[in-house]
């Protein structure tokens, strides 16, 4: 592993280590919609999976976990964070890092859920092989990420200004290592035996200088990839 991978590795732990700073984040509007979104498109993908339960991959709390249960799901927590894990629990939960072999028996899960994960990890189709190793044939795999082509961006570029999530200087945006829009996910997924589903979008995004952010949710259900945070459900062939 190189010592850049090693200092940002180290970096997104240390982001991410503070249950309760992730519990504040998922409850805001933005990323509640989007865990929302999820959780629709993995009930929609698991019609027609087989018995076993949902996976989800750096947990980081009980957000999506508890839309899936309300709904009568078994689901099973995977994160790199031993807090995350305890706050995780009486469901089944496991510390692992999704950088390596995910802790998982051959076609083991119906669905699996990625939330915000796959922009932080160097290794994407190792990661996404590791996916289509553990879900079953027929099962879905549902992955939320940050939009590197939103609305606002696209139009910025048009003026000579860098997307936001390559800003290395962002106070979190700089831990994303990997840059996704609906197009290069939807290929993402298919070149690794997933048969795309939908994509979906939470909401377009406009940020005023003085900090002040409007979200439209109709412009995203309208036009996904304008969308601040992408959510692509697959079903595995």
């Known amino acids: 592993m190189s010592n850049t991978e090693t200092e940002v590795r ?11 700073e992730v519990a504040r984040y998922t409850q805001e509007a933005y990323h509640r919609t989007r865990l929302d979104l999820a959780a629709g498109l993995m009930v929609r993908g698991l019609a027609s999976a087989g018995p076993g339960p949902v996976a989800e991959i750096g947990a980081g709390g009980r957000a999506f976990a508890d839309r899936l249960l309300a709904r009568g799901f078994r689901v099973v927590a995977i994160d790199v964070e031993p807090e995350a894990c305890k706050i995780i629990k009486p469901l089944p939960a ?3 890092d999704a950088a390596r072999a995910l802790p998982l028996r051959n076609d083991s899960v119906a669905g699996l859920f990625m939330g915000e994960v796959i922009e932080h990890l160097f290794d994407t189709h190792r990661l996404l092989t590791e996916c289509h190793r553990v879900v079953q044939p027929g099962g879905c795999l549902v992955v939320t990420t940050p939009n590197l082509a939103g609305l606002q961006d696209r139009i910025g570029f048009l003026f000579g200004r860098s997307p936001r999530h390559v800003d290395a200087f962002h106070e979190y945006l700089w831990l994303h290592i990997r840059q996704f829009t609906k197009n290069s996910l939807e290929e993402a997924l298919a070149s690794h035996g997933f ?20 979200r439209l949710r109709w412009a995203a259900r309208v036009f996904p990839g304008l969308a601040g945070s992408l959510i692509a459900a697959g079903i595995k062939r």
């Open 195 to 214: 048969q795309p589903m939908a994509v979906a979008g939470n909401h377009v995004v406009i940020r005023w200088q003085n900090g002040r952010r409007y």
């Open 10 to 20: 180290a970096a997104n732990h240390g982001h991410n280590a503070n249950p309760e």
């Open 94 to 96: 496991v510390v692992a």
